[in-house]
Each structure stands twice: as C-alpha cells, then as structure tokens.
C-alpha cells in the first residue's frame, strides 16, 4: 500500500511538473528563456513512457504520462502564443 | 526486445529532458522566465519515481530517474546562479 502511495505521489509531481512553469508563461507573459527543446523532449518521452507503461501493465504510469503529455500541449501552445509577440 | 528498446528511448528523452533548459540558460545567462517549483517538483518526482522502480524491480524506471535527479540539482544550480546576478 505504501508503495501504491509513494508512485501516486511521484505521479503527481512529475504528471503536474510543468504546470507551475505554464503558469510562470501565464503570469509574466513571457516564454523567452524557457527552452522550446526541453518541451519537445518531455513530450516525445511522455508518449513513449505511456507505450512502456502499456507494456508493463501499469496504470500509475500509463495515467501519469498521458496527462504529462497533455500538460505539454498546454506548455508549447504558451510558449509559441508568447514568443510570437 | 523493441519494448526494451521503447523504455529506452523513452528514458533517454526524459532523463535529459532538462539538458537544453540548462544549455539554454549557460548561454543566455539568464532564467528569469524559468519556473523553479517546476524544478523542485522534478527533483523531487525523481526521487519518488527512483524509490517506485526499486518497489517495481525495473531497472530502468531506477537509472532514469537517478540520472534526472542529477541534471535537475545542476538546473537548480544554474538558476540561482543567473537569477542571483
């Protein structure tokens, strides 16, 4: 059960870990020194680690890095909306 | 093998996910549009996840993270560095 609560936990941490970042972008309206290939990586490997997590039969990474990926799209929108200006 | 193949990839992405964001910051010697709870809260879904692979057995998941956990301690470094200035 403490092992079902520690992944939980650490799913939450890193699935909302852009968020804060998403409202920085928001808040200051600027994106300039938040790197657009960070985003990309975190995106791609979000996908892959939900194929691994199908693999492994595990709900708490398969849920975890298919709302990370999704937080990501939030994260690139931002980031083209302010670098555009 | 390709599903070994996927989790490698997929931890090579993430676990240097934040290595542009460092490079990017080094050369613009700023991180002022940088979220830090964003990097707090990688460092410390790191650790978690590290303790989760343990529980899973999965070597992987346990060397990805661990890595992450480094290169996030060195984003947290560059980022009191240039916000210091």
Same mark, same amino acid.
């Given at each position: 059960?403490?092992?079902?609560?520690? #992944?939980?936990? &650490? &799913?939450?941490?890193?699935?909302?870990?852009?968020?804060?970042?998403?409202?920085?972008?928001?808040?200051?309206? @600027?994106?300039?020194?938040? @790197?657009?290939?960070?985003?990309?990586?975190?995106? &791609? #490997?979000? $996908?892959?680690?939900?194929? !691994? #997590? $199908?693999?492994?039969?595990?709900?708490? $990474?398969?849920?975890?890095?298919?709302?990370?990926?999704?937080?990501?799209?939030?994260?690139?929108?931002? !980031? !083209?909306?302010?670098?555009?200006?």
């Amino acid at each position: 059960m403490e092992w079902y609560l520690i #992944g939980i936990i &650490a &799913a939450l941490l890193t699935t909302l870990g852009f968020v804060p970042q998403i409202i920085k972008m928001h808040r200051t309206k @600027s994106a300039k020194d938040v @790197s657009f290939t960070t985003l990309l990586q975190f995106s &791609a #490997g979000a $996908i892959l680690w939900t194929l !691994y #997590g $199908i693999h492994l039969k595990d709900t708490i $990474i398969i849920v975890a890095n298919t709302i990370t990926f999704v937080t990501m799209v939030c994260a690139i929108a931002m !980031y !083209y909306h302010f670098n555009r200006k």
